[in-house]
């Protein structure tokens, strides 16, 4: 709780009063975010990020990217379900360029595993890397210093290799993007943003969370 506290606090600039409502655009109309419809064969809730071609990091930069993960979080941390069996991320660097190499700077890099490692309240089991190029080395060296020996002996590389990464997520529960055999997905969070409302009155009473203001 105190490690939440101080993440909320460290990061007020960019929490301090979250609402859906401020990211709708992002939610909607790019395809950076999306949260499958249903689970993986373990019952684990999949989010799956686009950080290649398609994100334009001049429209949702990494801040933003950021604060959609944290809204996702919000909504995902109610399921009982999630709750006990967790949660797997795929990130794909499909046709990722400088542009998107350099969206995704330090300040982000720290802030988003400080977040994983000391302050989401929900057990993240995997995270998949698949379709990375060689510029992927820049972000990954990034990465690495932060990575505890926990969260390290969970990420997984497959590059293009579909049939490494269905050892870990069978091919019945992931979209054809990744050879799966549910249909290929948008990924934008235009599905997941009506759940997130739907769960308002806890994110608003989440806001209210934390140490106490001195007068």
């Known amino acids: 709780m105190r490690r939440i506290a101080e993440f909320k606090r460290d990061n007020a600039s960019l929490l301090n009063g979250l609402v859906p409502e401020h990211e709708k655009e992002a939610f909607l109309e790019h395809k950076v975010v999306n949260v499958m419809k ?11 990020v686009n950080v290649g071609g398609s994100w334009n990091p001049k429209k949702v930069n990494a801040d933003q990217l950021f604060r959609l993960f944290y809204l996702i979080h919000l909504a995902a941390m109610l399921e009982p379900e999630s709750q006990v ?7 794909d660097f499909y046709n990722m360029g400088w542009s998107q190499t350099m969206g995704l700077t330090p300040s982000f890099s720290k802030r988003l595993l400080t977040f994983i490692q000391d302050a989401m309240p929900l057990r993240l089991k995997e995270v998949h890397f698949v379709k990375q190029p060689r510029i992927f080395d820049v972000v990954w060296r990034m990465f690495k210093p932060f990575i505890r020996d926990k969260l390290r002996n969970r990420i997984f590389f497959h590059g293009s290799d579909m049939s490494s990464l ?30 997130i409302q739907h769960v308002m009155p806890h994110i608003d009473n989440w806001n209210t969370y934390g140490f106490v203001k001195k007068p």
């Open 166 to 195: 269905h050892k870990h997520l069978s091919p019945s529960h992931l979209p054809a993007d990744y050879e799966g055999q549910l249909p290929a997905i948008d990924y934008s969070g235009a599905e997941w943003y009506p759940v």
């Open 38 to 48: 249903g689970r993986d064969q373990k019952g684990r809730r999949l989010l799956i």
């Open 85 to 91: 069996r967790g949660t797997v991320v795929l990130m």
